[in-house]
């Protein structure tokens, strides 16, 4: 297939692309100064407010949720220990670590709860509204009804998904009784597709990638009037849904007695597949923090799209087939050769970079969280974890903090992990052994040289 031709690429940064060499991409068309509009702050208010309306609902629909009152949140965990094995260097200085755990998020097991679940609570929420079986102000525990279920069962909600937001979406509208139907591309696993089709839901397996899976289901469901498609590509409800983290982020900062103010950078790095969930964040972020958070994505070097899409200044969609690249990689939910069009564009003036990764280093990040902080994620989860290391030792990085003036000394680094919680234990003992194997041929290879 010839490549496709982009003009604004610089020829280097495409070289090291295509050669699949880590690279770090800083974003000069950031406005740091940038802020939200009041629409989008509405909608960020709106889908906070969405989700503790149904917390009781939740707690209600799932046992594991009644601890938290229904509510869906992860915790912000120190990581002092991981900190000390990889920071470069200046170990001792006050700049803290954290680990964001949405790989432990309740239910869904991964980021995509955020989301996922915000939209399926929205569209329930409508049907119901329309439908006259509740006025606004009514308690939403209601929707757990046998009368809701029957309701929800003439409609059908569908997703195109590589699997943890087939799970999410899959499990939270099963448990509201809708006629629900996942599309999976075949590089989908099957604990997922089986975990699912427990719970009643129709499983579609589709050839070819995540794209595919999605325009399946698009299609099918365009073609039935009573049929909601959660659109991953273009989802403002989803992108809500994740954006509506942030309050919470901020409150866990604080409550850990980090300041983020011009003296004190937050960073925050995110791995993205689609954009959505990382965007959602970032522009969640963005809205409290303002020009005093720095988020950087974490892309699979096979898998760049939020990178190629950017970078190319292109306002049309670039994938990374167009470059030349297969889009195959193990890290599940980041296998997509192109961004979200709803994310991408509101990237352009939010987003302070990307990096790549090898799929050998997610492996071996894997690894690091186990020793360090006996934290078990999947593959994709472990993307961020060299965010920190970026910034502080790549010259790319480097350059970043001198033009934004930034005390790297003081700076509070969150390393978002993104799922992990439900892969089977055999799958992840797989993945440690696979780390293990590599560490080895690592260390033989230098033992050689
Ligand atoms: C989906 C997913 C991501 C990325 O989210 P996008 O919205 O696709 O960018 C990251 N990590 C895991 C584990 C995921 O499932």
Known sequence: MPIMSLPHLPKLLLARLQGKTPTLWINDRLEQSFAPSGDSTDAILDAQARMHRFAPLLADLFPELAETGGHIES???????????????????ASAWFVKRDDALPVAGSIKARGGFHEVLAVAERIAL??????????????????????FAQYTVAVGSTGNLGLSIGVMAAALGFDTVVHMSDDAKAWKKTRLRQRGVRVVEHAGDYAKAVAAGRTQALAS???????????????????????HLAEQLAAAGRTVDAGHPLFVYLPCGVGGAPGGITHG???????HVHCFFAE????????????????????????????????????????????????????????????????????????TLDVL????????????????????GQAYVRTHHLD????????????GSLVPPEAVKGFLEHADALARATERAGQAA
């Not at 590509?233 to 989803?238: A, D, G, H, I, V």
């Not at 972020?285 to 020009?291: R, S, T």
């Not at 989860?381 to 965010?387: D, E, I, N, Q, S």
């Not at 790297?408 to 799922?419: D, F, K, P, Q, Y």
């Open 75 to 93: 915790a912000l965990m120190p990581a002092d220990a991981l900190k000390r094995a990889v920071a470069p260097g200046g170990a001792d200085d």
């Open 130 to 151: 329309e439908r006259g079986l509740i006025t606004a102000h009514d308690d939403r525990r209601v929707l757990g009804s046998p009368d809701a279920r029957a309701l």
């Open 225 to 247: 009037p009573r049929s909601h498609f959660v659109d991953d590509e273009q989802s403002p409800l989803l992108f809500h849904g994740y954006a509506a983290s942030a309050r």
């Open 285 to 291: 972020l963005k809205a409290i923090f303002g020009p």
């Open 300 to 371: 699979p070097v096979a898998s760049p799209c939020m990178l190629v899409q950017l970078a190319s200044r292109s306002d049309s969609p670039v994938s990374v087939y167009d470059i030349g690249l297969d889009n195959k990689t193990d890290a599940d939910g980041l296998a997509v050769g192109e961004a979200s069009h709803l994310v991408a564009p509101l990237m352009v003036s939010q987003l302070s970079g990307v990096f790549t990764v090898t799929d050998d280093e997610l492996f071996l990040n894997l690894r690091m969280l186990k020793d």
């Open 377 to 396: 994620v999947e593959p994709s989860a472990a993307a961020g974890v060299r965010g920190p290391d970026w910034l502080v030792t790549s010259p790319e």
């Open 408 to 419: 790297m000394r003081e700076a509070t680094h969150v390393i978002w992990s993104t799922g």
